[in-house]
């Protein structure tokens, strides 16, 4: 049934191994064994796809599989103690699966509910607000075996706190209005709307969206995709999860109008996994514009305009929200990002050309389809018109979603959420940057503070390393391992910066971490490596004394137990003499 479901197709087989595990609890070799037979692909490509993705196992896990999100925010809100109480009270420990197997307990990194944490995962479904009354009645309902569905709705709440709504979030709209504005101008004139609006790309990159657009209309290679990014990994933001929440018709209705411009009648939504309680309501959505004559065959009437769109099942890869990485992981192999030209405009989905843009991108194309470029270009900075949306989270009274026109200062911003005694801001989550509580006059705009759209607050009471090093942990855990720079690389930095956090560098090893930090950032395939080093550069620059005063030693000393290392070497020469230990070698 799993390979009916997915139409037997090899594209779809992240989908089938999520459904696999869903069933077994981890994909057994029996079904890799099948699914390489049916599939006409090597077992090795199912094993390489399932060893891949953090949320897919090839051993068994608990039946009831639960994943603490990591993040800082988490983190600031008293995550490490809750984990280690739910330990206690379940009886396993981090990262193993309990004897009976009815329970599994594993970290993870953000799961996009950074307003509402401490925040964890349950067979994919996400909990939030996590507290001590409520991890008692958790460890109660396991050990009963209820059934995740009589599980009280209250534990799986996902608020979507509006905090400030602005151009577009206030906007009125129909159902199909963005189509039928689009039909009855032009195809043409519509992607002069969206080229006159200089809408940038909400996922990070900035990249303008008609020339992606236009670039891919113009390609003679067929069929043409359409690709909407909702693999909302960056830690601190949650704007796309509240977009498909409460908006999932302006975003769908962007991807419909694209296709109508670019040629395309097949569109897909790659969800990120920790957004499994969006899949069925989306589902939803989709059927009932179906219904609606707003997708299937003939759109609005309109002969020959044909367009669907299909959800796909991220499975845990943060490198999967890289455009290139996310087409890899869509066509059911590890996302590994791609190696560029050819860009996926014109060499993408099924090596065909192709739109991958963000969520926040098609929602904003939708207004803009309706209320035409000037509207758009008249808000906002001269290269960065319009508005962006904000995840905000961290020391501040009302964290949430803000919408602000571009070039709002920061300072503005941690009024209007509340945040008193700032010590620093992390804009554009861990890739981002860090600016100190003497920055707070910078601007959300592209030529200034870029970001996707996390804004995350961090208090005088808190630690730039503690900031500095979960950051820096979470990019050696999402390193792909592609590339060398990057996969040895990012380890690197995480040691060498616990080394000096721990009291134990010297000048040489501050030195040495400078130069780490430029040769990942400079000879990384891509932008998970470039960015990687990030949290360290920008806080050097902005606190070098807090580096300088972490170190404690005058000379060198090694960042591990050399004479610990020697142990396995004692062992096989059977030697555990004075001599075989290092401290009396150098005596
Ligand atoms: Fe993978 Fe990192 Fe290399 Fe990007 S830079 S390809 S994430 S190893």
């Given at each position: 049934s799993v390979l009916a479901e997915a139409d037997h197709k090899p594209e779809r087989l992240l989908q089938m191994l999520r459904a696999v595990q869903a069933q077994y609890l981890h994909i057994p070799q029996a079904a890799i064994e099948q699914l390489a037979a049916a599939l006409h692909i090597p077992r090795t490509q199912i094993i390489a796809v399932a060893e891949f993705y953090s949320f897919l196992h090839l051993t068994p896990q608990g039946r009831y599989d639960i994943h603490i999100s990591d993040s800082i925010t988490d983190r600031m809100l008293g995550k490490e103690k809750l984990l280690n109480y739910l330990a206690e009270k379940l009886k396993v420990k981090t990262g193993q699966v309990r004897a009976d197997g009815l329970v599994s307990l594993n970290n993870t990194s953000c799961t996009g509910m950074c307003d509402q944490g401490p925040a964890a995962l349950v067979n994919g479904y996400a909990l939030t607000r996590l507290d001590h009354a409520k991890i008692d009645l958790i460890a109660e309902l396991i050990e009963q075996q209820a059934p995740l569905l009589e599980w009280p709705a209250e534990l799986f709440a996902v608020d979507e706190p509006i905090r400030k709504p602005g151009l577009l979030l206030n906007q009125p709209f129909n159902n199909g209005a963005a189509i039928a504005a689009t039909l009855a101008r032009g195809l043409m004139e519509t992607l002069a709307e969206v080229d006159c609006s200089n809408l940038r790309g909400r996922?990070?990159?900035?990249?303008k969206t008609a020339l992606k657009w236009r670039t891919c209309s113009v390609q003679t290679d067929t069929p043409h995709y359409v690709i909407c990014n909702?693999?909302?990994?960056?830690?601190?933001?949650f704007k796309d999860r509240m977009l498909l929440d409460l908006y999932a018709d302006q975003v769908f209705e962007g991807m419909t109008l694209c296709a109508a411009i670019i040629g395309s009648d097949q569109g897909l939504l790659y969800l990120r996994a920790e957004y499994l309680f969006l899949y069925e309501q989306l589902q939803r959505v989709l059927k009932r514009r179906r219904e609606s004559g707003l997708l299937g065959r003939n759109i609005l009437g309109r002969d020959g305009f044909d367009f669907d769109i299909e959800i796909r099942m991220g499975a845990g890869?943060?490198?999967?929200?890289?455009a290139s990485a996310q087409i890899e992981s869509l066509e059911g192999k590890p996302g590994i990002p791609r190696v560029k030209p050819p860009n996926s405009v014109i060499c993408g989905y099924q090596r065909k050309p192709t739109v991958v843009d963000n969520v926040e991108t098609f929602f904003a194309a939708t207004h803009i389809a309706i209320q035409g470029g000037l509207w758009f270009a008249e808000v906002g900075t001269a290269q960065s018109t319009g508005s962006k949306l904000l995840s905000i989270s961290g020391d501040c009274a009302r964290p949430g979603i803000y919408e602000y026109p571009f070039g709002t200062l920061v300072k503005d911003i941690l009024r209007d959420c509340g945040a008193d005694d700032v010590m620093g801001v992390q804009v554009g989550g861990p890739s981002g940057t860090f600016i100190s509580n003497r920055e707070l006059q910078r601007r959300i705009a592209f030529e200034d503070l870029s970001t996707a759209g996390s804004f995350m607050v961090f208090n005088s009471s808190r630690s730039i390393f503690d900031i500095v090093q979960n950051f820096t942990d979470f990019f050696a855990h999402e390193s792909c391992g592609f590339c060398t720079p990057c996969r040895v690389g990012t380890t690197l930095l995480k040691n060498q910066l616990r080394k000096i956090v721990e009291g134990n560098g010297a000048a040489v090893d501050l030195e040495e971490l400078s130069e780490l930090c430029l040769i990942v950032k400079n000879t990384s395939h891509c932008g998970l490596g470039d960015s990687a080093a990030n949290p360290i550069l920008s806080t050097l620059a902005s606190h070098p004394e807090l580096y300088l005063n972490q170190l404690k030693q005058s000379s060198f000393t090694p960042g591990f137990d050399l004479d610990a290392t020697l142990a396995v070497a004692r062992r096989m020469a059977q030697r555990d003499d004075d001599a075989a230990h290092l401290s009396q070698v150098e005596n």
């Open positions: 996922g990070g990159a900035g990249f909702a693999d909302e990994g960056e830690p601190g933001t890869a943060y490198i999967c929200g890289e």
